[in-house]
């Protein structure tokens, strides 16, 4: 058997409750992967950590700056939306103009989409009749 190494010892324990339902489940999908409950929630974890990571950090960069990198830039964020107060006031004519137009074009869009998706459904409708 192969030692472990030091950084794959498991020193934290986490407990957590879990419905009825849910641990069915769990068993059933440990099962299909032919592995312990343990061991699939750990995949589990680690896939899900990887795909945050992923999506979260999908710009390049050095891995030792990623988290102080997006933690600036979420305070900044912040920062700006807590000086800008321009919610606050009302919109003068010509920005609901604006709006007012914006919100027709996005309607029209979406009544292209959804005439779209009927004839889609119709015609999936007439191939599942055949």
Avoid: C, W
Avoid at 2 to 28: G, H
């Amino acid at each position: 058997m192969a030692k472990k190494k030091e950084e794959d010892k498991r020193t934290k324990l986490i407990k957590i409750l879990v419905t009825e339902r849910f641990y069915k489940k769990l068993n059933r999908y440990a099962g299909i992967v032919f592995q312990n409950k343990s061991e699939f929630i750990r995949t589990a974890i680690r896939h899900r950590i990887s795909e945050i990571d992923n999506s979260i950090f999908s710009i390049p960069m050095d891995r030792k700056y990623k988290d102080q990198n997006l933690r600036r830039s979420v305070l900044k964020e912040l920062k700006d939306i807590q000086k800008n107060t321009d919610y606050l006031q009302k919109p003068n004519e010509d920005s609901l103009k604006i709006r007012e137009e914006e919100k027709k074009k996005r309607n029209e869009d979406l009544e292209n989409e959804k005439k779209r998706l009927e004839k889609r459904l119709e015609v999936i409708k007439k191939n599942l009749e055949k």
